[in-house]
């Protein structure tokens, strides 16, 4: 049907086929990243349904590989069990388990199971700053190759093109890069800070106090 409607309008405007062709392709790719988040939706409700029944049975315990499963098809990363149990027993388990996702190259849940721990090799201060240095510097270096893209596409020709895109995209990508390892950061940090509040034990090589 919209594609049909798009023929009409193609033809009362005379409009080209190229643009045709564009925008039959856009509303394609909508219709399909609207049915794929749809069905992702429909998929976590349900896996948040088993999820709770699965806590409320008496059997969760013994059934491990189950429990992971089930946790990992809702959060969209794997999770083990100690991990798990960590954070089920906290106040806000939910909201702890997305922050510690996304900080987990910073975090882990000690062997015992009893507290998060911020990895041996790892400081928060640094890793915030530092990467937010490196967002700051590949970020402006990005833009400026973006913005001067014009220019120098005049003034050397066509055979610049490939590189300096190919450059400016990997600057662009770098600065993603340190962007949200400094947001990780700053989650670990945000997530140990909110633990502390509600009574769970800090580790001992983190600093409480803001960066």
């Known amino acids: 049907m919209e594609v049909t409607l798009l023929k009409q309008i193609a033809g009362v405007f005379d409009i080209q086929a190229a643009w045709l062709a564009t925008s039959v392709f856009t509303l394609y790719t909508y219709k399909k990243s609207k049915e794929y988040l749809e069905a992702r939706k429909q998929r976590r ?7 709770k029944d699965f806590i409320e049975s008496e059997s969760h315990e013994q059934s491990t590989l189950v429990r992971e499963l089930l946790f990992e098809d809702h959060f969209g990363k794997p999770l083990s ?5 960590y954070f089920v027993e906290t106040k806000q388990p939910s909201k702890y388990l997305k922050m510690y996702l996304s900080a987990r190259n910073y975090l882990e849940v000690s062997k015992n199971g009893k507290k998060v721990d911020v990895r041996n090799n790892k400081n928060l201060r640094k890793g915030k700053w530092w990467n937010l240095g490196l967002y700051c ?3 402006v270096a990005g833009l400026f190759m973006l913005l001067g893209a014009k220019t120098v596409f005049f003034e050397i020709g ?6 300096w895109t190919l ?5 662009i990508a770098m600065a993603g890069i340190g962007l949200d ?5 700053v989650t670990a940090r945000t997530l140990l800070d909110e633990l502390a509040e509600d009574g769970e034990p800090a580790p ?4 409480s106090d803001s960066a």
């Open 45 to 51: 409700t349900e896996t948040l349904q088993s999820l």
């Open 81 to 85: 069990n100690h991990e798990i149990s």
């Open 137 to 139: 510097v590949f970020g």
């Open 158 to 163: 066509p055979g610049i093109y490939a590189p």
């Open 167 to 171: 450059v400016t995209l990997c600057m």
């Open 181 to 185: 390892a400094s947001s990780s950061a």
């Open 204 to 207: 001992e090589n983190f600093e």
